[in-house]
């Protein structure tokens, strides 16, 4: 039977290729680290929609319901404008850089993330008013208290910007411009070898990439059922 | 912080509360003193929750007057109100109490002591560790009034606190009442049971439609009712 490339990528896989590792680190990094820094912006942001009323809040329900539904490329576009050498930051150097990718994941994960947030904290919130009301509990506590306890539901929330961020091509490669060794990730390299024909890598790259999702989802299950189990 | 005695007589001159246009509370007028509980009766709808989340503060009067003690604009600091269906926080039993005790502002190295004392109180010291949303009805409505305890309450307000328990479960929160009647915390509760009125009342309120039937001591109430409705009441006839 000839090789399809099914073969040559689980021995790519196995052997443990220094460039395919270097490839699946990075993704790795600039996906975690977005979904990072997504979650400190977007979880007290969920939150503060969550807990406030204010004119024009359904409409920003709404808006941030539709940002979920952010095309990537145009956030790369965007990005790219911000970060290009006559952009308005253009003097930090960033574009092409795992910064930039970082920064354009953000801005594609950040609503998946506030908006999952604002309605698991919402839900809770609902469950708790009466009681935190009659705690005399003050606004800084409570939403300190609502994503504390809200930290398992969350989890669901991170996993959801996760996938956006790891599954993600069109922002990345405006922004990073698929370096070799430097801002070639997994997505951008499979795009670049099938392309060339080398099904190969692009094939153990696609196992590791969905591999990846699933050992992280199942972890991050994992820890919310043990969590649960625990804390209630 | 006002010596809790003087947060007393709660008074409530003709307090009208509306929701979505009905009235909920319609010219209430009563006056809860310290002592023996105050039990609150009455069939659904009558007001009677209402009555408890006014006194605390979380439903404002559309009209009318609530004082504590003859203050009108300084509810007391230490109340504290349990909830017919209490929310238990997403944390072990333990946890509960210890939230309540920060949100009480007890220092942090007395909290420990205290969740202690207050487990122990509500029979349950040996759940400490125990998810609070794993336990039984019953379990939680103790656990919801050791966190209201955690306030160190001069009044306390318990809203249907034996709704849907078992009799052991219900007998373990009338000794907690009794208990804490008997350290000086003026209770006030409402109860759909009125076993549990006879057993606990020290003064009953009978609500209807949003005013204040008739009250009296629990011993004349049921002995000998003024009034039609509470006659019909007691006997176990329906209030329309």
Known sequence: MPDNGNVSALHLVLSGDPVLLAIVWLSLTVSLSAVAVSALIAVPIGALIALTRFPGREGVIVFLNAMMGLPPVVVGLAVYLLLSRSGPLGAWGLLFTPTAMIIAQTVLVSPIIAALARQTIEDLWTEYHDELAAMNVGPLRRIVTLIWDARFSLITALLAGFGRAAAEVGAIIIVGGNIDGFTRTMTTAIALETSKGDLPLAIGLGLVLISIVIVINAAAWGARRLGEHYAG | ??????????????????????????????????????????????????????????????????????????????????????????????????????????AR????????????????????????????????????????????????????????????????????????????????????????????????????????????????????????????????????
């Open chain 2, 1 to 106: 912080m006002r010596n809790p005695a003087l947060d007393l007589p709660l008074l409530f001159v003709d307090v009208r509360i509306r929701a979505r246009g009905l009235p909920i509370l319609d010219g209430v007028s009563l006056k809860i003193e310290s002592g023996k509980p105050t039990v609150l009766i009455g069939p659904n709808g009558a007001g009677k929750t209402t009555l408890l989340r006014a006194a605390m503060g979380l439903v404002r009067p559309s009209s009318g007057l609530i004082t504590w003690g003859g203050h009108e604009q300084s509810p007391p600091v230490r109340r504290a109100i349990m909830f017919q269906r209490p929310a238990m926080l997403r944390r072990s039993t333990a946890a509960n109490v210890r939230y309540a005790l920060a949100a009480a502002n007890v």
């Open chain 2, 109 to 240: 190295d007395k909290r420990e002591t205290r969740v202690a004392e207050l487990l122990a109180d509500v029979g349950l010291a040996q759940l400490a560790r125990r998810p609070a949303r794993k336990l039984s009805g019953g379990e939680q409505q103790r656990l919801a009034l050791a966190r209201a305890l955690a306030r160190d309450p001069a009044i306390l307000l318990l809203d249907e606190p034996t709704a849907s328990l078992d009799p052991a479960a219900t007998k373990a929160i009338e000794d907690i009442v009794r208990i804490v009647t008997a350290r000086g915390v003026k209770v006030v509760m409402s109860t759909h049971d009125l076993g549990q009125a006879k057993r606990v009342g020290g003064e009953i309120v009978l609500l209807h439609r949003g005013r204040v039937i008739e009250t009296g001591p629990a011993g004349e109430f049921f002995a000998a009712p003024r009034t039609e409705e509470a006659r019909k009441f007691i006997a176990g006839e329906l209030l329309v």
